[in-house]
């Protein structure tokens, strides 16, 4: 039914282009559009088609005497959204934004049947798709009111959805051939193109959606959204770049963008897609072993990533610490990785920035989609609330482990559970075409407990919501408000005298508001603001039950408000040279209610040297830092789809973590600068060479970088970092260099895609102190606990059929830096160890092969609900790769034991529906 | 391993339980020899007496366990003004000295100089005064017996404690001797080689503070487990606790030594790190040296545990599968195999025809390292 109303509509449009001209004399004032039409209709044989609610807003006064019906439609419709088309028949459609094309692309009926013969050829939805995609394809679109001027420049503005699911298309590129100009689409989907005026072909690419053309007569600035068809091949392509010639084209460098269906291809633990182990597959991505969370990007410790869900900060990114993200699959849409170049945006963490974009539910249909693993059950819901304007979303996850444990037949285990589970929703909401509000939700929880002694659970948590206005054409606005929520406790229960619970918690408000300027074609300017309000209780352990005669011990809250400004240009000189500035200004005020200790001068900070105590009242200040956060970076495309890029940047942070474990623990608390501990500082400088070679269907780079950090925190032996009213006193100041180079070799599509990668990398700390005593390695440079300078990754894929697809994943690296025992000797009875300089030696090297196969449903179209199997194997070859060594003292004699976390092959099976 | 595992911090418990494993790993090998000093001292006030084990750190990969340093000159100075020279006695790195008053409002300090010269010198400490041990109690559980420490300091001064434990008990041999056969003749035995004596000193770092308590009591410390089977408990089982009142000094330098070598290796435990004690090399501020001088009075508590007293079901007999005997003839004595056999009793009756004998090993107790002597407390 759909094609035959199409194709009466176009008979019904006719031909055009020689429709008879007559003059009007019309006088009105503050008429309606209704009036001007009938006084219009009276005299003349023009007739008018509209909506009348989109010319109720217009008042129209005039007085014209023989005047063309051209002219006076211009003049009554300038200034507004409204445009008009006049057919051979004299016919006048009045349309809101889009000029209804009166013409017929040339030869339409000369190409293949005509379309009037066909009304009973069953056309299959794809057909159905395809011929709607052309007719869009086909048609050409007026942009601006008609004019004879086609001098300058015009913007062109809109947004990229996904046909199917009414999703906007994120880092899609939108760009025209003749001059060569480009632009992608933001995180919201939208693009904005500054061409000169006229007629062009305007192309549009992006990830596993067909590209597409869209022919466009650009008279002035105005607005065309663009729905892409998802590419109809259901195995997901291995590619990570958003366009072809992104990594040489474009302004960014160590960027590194995920869409989930790379991420649910590649061979997973236990069944679970995991965001951080897809990353660390990428260049200058390590962590410190399997079974830690978080990741260390270039040489930067684990917290100093900012990793953002939708916008809001995540502390604790990981289930049953580290085994798994607690990012579901199923809801997310794409993460980005960027690991130098950052903007000016983005600030409050040195190392990188981890964004995490939820999908929008679907526009268009109720989807109900889920599966199953091992460990885990996850179901997601989405549909319309409002048919293509507003949409809900909600994903939920949670892991059936104690019903496994409970089938474990050892009586340890009988009595420990763990249990996790995720939740995340979300509404997005489109106002009208200038507005956009977005609301997030999430949360993850653990609780384990091992025997029947302590149980330790922990929780992340956070809200944003987000409003995108665009002011005018070259004008947007993003206002973002966030609030995130990390808490753990611990609580022992095994000696009824001494039962207690310890608890931390930070809580963080955000605010963000963020203008984009397009000025013209070559300079595009972005300012903004932020402020995070910082509470932190950094621990209280109380006595729980009758019976325990613990002591209270509560720590007080510390609060600190961190704001930034900044600035940024992005500036076009000549088609190859392009440059990005950038300047953030962070202050950060730590208050009061506090009382700080104040120590001896030139003595060594401990319990012993403090001198007095200050006390500070509700919202004084205690302490100020502020710096500026410069960010720059440059790019020169050399010839042979070659280009080189440079960027430095400086980055600051006020909190930090706090841990003396090799992973992110327990027991690990975030602390905010204060009195002594000062902000650390980051920056970066790096060089990159990037060529794509064979159309673009290969890309090479080599990147390079330098990186110091000031302010690193590194501890006195024996440090007690928890319930330390005077954690300055267990503190050593250290600071940290790395530095290393990046290898990517990557083939994006085709039938066997993937990367090979090589890293060589060093991450070395140094603790700075005046009393010798105190530092690490007589004060010289010592490896960090993350430091593995040659990395190897190799990530291979082939499709076999559009059904059946492999992928094998191949991963080395040095083994990480430990310490470990260089001496023996007797005490107190029993034998005891010397250790080595801190990290003097290394664990054995890393290597692990990952496979897996993937088998999808049929791909009829119709069908209650599309499955697909995924079946994997982790560690294939079975190597016991050490997670860590360690030394025991048994029975008066020394032992090395060495720790695998996954020693052995493991298989999985998963399954996943969508309905 | 597997126990050991469960020590640790809890660990994802599917994941690592199910997958993880756990090998035995040979270090580098280590073959710089740090040699540094080791001084394991305490002064004891409770009897007067100063005992100083000196040695040198052996490379890990090195079989022998003791290195003593010998000849070294000793000595404790107080305070007050004297100084009392200690002296090796039997020439293995034990120098001691008895007989000495201790004042608790003195202090004192451990001089070393070693053969080569090098001076080694403690701070002046003071004497830490130990309560008393309110009891020493166990309790059966499932899997075998717990033995707890209770103690308390009413003056709430005390807080950090310290034990360490002797452990004693007898065992018996599959058979029991009643013939010698060292002359001609087999003789009726004198001597007991049936039921020996074993010995134990504590190896682990034991130690408690209360300084988080709001009374400064230590309630039901374990101090040691003994699963079901155990030899321990198969006649009669006696444990003598020492404790002893440390500083917070001394008690932060043994639990980061526990925790350096008692517990590492987990995911969340931590870096392992170096660890000086309380005295310093006083001609090289940067030579380390190992280990602690402590001064305290002693505490004691002995109990017993009979074999009686133990519940039904961890009630076990001590097997000798292996152990058989065999029959010798009066008439082929000469033959019998006097080193590695001995006569247990005779057979044959009215009167006796020869002799049931056994291995050395199922008859003499003294073969598993025990001694037939007992102990003056038993």
Known sequence: MKKRIITLLLMALGFSSFAQQSSLSISLSNAKFEEFVTAVERSSPYRFYYQPNTTDSLIITMDVQNKSIDEVLNTVLANTELHFAIDANQKVYVTKRRTILTDLPINYFKDGTSPDNSNEFDYSDYEKKEQKKKLAENRLYVIGKKTSNLQGNATLKGQLRDAATGEPLIGASVFIDKPLIGSSTDPLGYYSLTIPKGRHELKIKSIGMKASTRQVMLYADGKLDIELEEDVSPLKEVVVESDRDRNVSGMQMGVEKLDIKTMKQMPSVLGEVDVFKVMLTLPGVQSAGEGSSGINVRGGSTSQNLILFNDAIVFNPSHLFGFFSTFNPDVLKNVELYKSGINADYGGRLSSVVDVTTREGNKKKFVASGGISPVTGRVTFEGPIIKDRTSFLIGVRSTYSDWILRQLDSKQLQNSTASFYDIHANISHKIDDHNDIYVSGYKSRDKFKLGQDTTYSYSDENASVKWKHSFKSKLFGTFVGTYSKYNYSISSEKNPVEASTFDFQIKQFNGKADLTYILNEKHTMQAGAAVTHYTLSPGSQRPTGSESTFVPNLMPDEKALESALYLSENFEVTPRLSFYAGLRYSFYNYTGPKNVYVYADGLSKTENTIQDTIQYSKGESIKKYHGAEPRFSVRYLLPGNASVKFSYNRMRQYIQMLSNTTSISPTDIWKLSDTYIKPQIGDQVSIGFYKNIHHNSIETSIEAYYKTTQNALDFKNGAKLLLNPHIETDILYARGRSYGFEFLIRKPTGKLNGWISYTYSRSELQTRNSFKTETINSGTYYPSNFDKPHAVNFIGNYKFSRRFNFSLNVTYSTGRPVTIPDAKYDLGGGNRLHYSNRNEYRVPDYFRTDVSINFEGNHKIKKLAHSSWTFAVYNLTGRKNAYSVYFVSQNGQIKGYKLSIFGEAIPTLTYNFKI | ?378
């Open chain 2, 1 to 378: 391993m597997k126990k050991y595992i469960s020590w640790l911090y809890p660990l994802p418990v599917i994941a690592l339980l199910v997958f993880a494993c756990v090998e035995p790993f040979a270090p580098p090998n280590l073959k710089v020899d740090q040699n540094l000093l080791v001084v394991d001292a305490l002064l004891n006030g409770s009897n007067g007496e100063v005992n100083v084990h000196l040695s040198r750190t052996i490379p890990l990969a090195d079989k022998t366990s003791q290195r003593p340093e010998l000849g070294a000159s000793v000595s404790i100075v107080t305070q007050s003004g004297n100084t009392y020279l200690l002296t090796d006695v039997s020439g293995d790195g034990h120098y001691f000295k008895s007989g000495i008053s201790f004042l608790a409002d003195d202090q004192y300090k451990l001089l070393i100089t070693t053969s080569d010269g090098k001076k080694y010198g403690s701070d002046y400490i003071k004497l830490s005064d130990t309560p008393a041990i309110d009891s020493v109690n166990w309790k059966p559980n499932k899997d075998g017996i717990e033995i707890y420490v209770n103690t308390h300091d009413s003056a709430n001064k005390t807080k950090y404690y310290r034990w360490e434990y002797t452990d004693t008990w007898a065992y018996a041999s599959a058979f029991d001797s009643n013939f010698e056969f060292t002359g001609s003749q087999p003789v009726l035995r004198s001597d007991n080689i049936h039921i020996c004596y074993h010995n134990f000193n504590s190896s682990n770092i034991l130690i408690k503070t209360t300084n988080v308590l709001s009374q400064d009591v230590v309630s039901q410390f374990p101090l040691v487990f003994l699963p079901k089977r155990s030899e321990r408990l198969y006649i009669r089982y006696s444990i003598l606790v020492k404790q002893y009142a440390i500083t917070k000094d001394a008690y932060e330098f043994w639990d980061l030594l526990k925790k350096n070598t008692e517990s590492l290796g987990g995911l969340f435990d931590p870096l392992p790190s170096q660890l000086t004690g309380n005295i310093q090399s006083l001609d090289d501020a940067q030579e380390a040296v190992l280990g602690y001088f402590s001064a305290s009075n002693i505490a004691e508590n002995r109990i017993f545990i009979e074999y009686m007293d133990l519940p039904q079901s961890h009630r076990f007999s001590k097997a000798y599968p292996e152990c058989e005997l065999d029959t010798v003839y009066m008439a082929d004595l000469s033959t019998f195999k006097k080193g590695s056999n001995i006569l247990v009793t005779t057979f044959g009756s009215p009167f006796p025809e020869g002799y049931l004998f056994s291995d050395n090993s199922c008859v003499d107790c003294r073969n598993q390292s025990g001694t037939n002597i007992k102990p003056t407390f038993w």
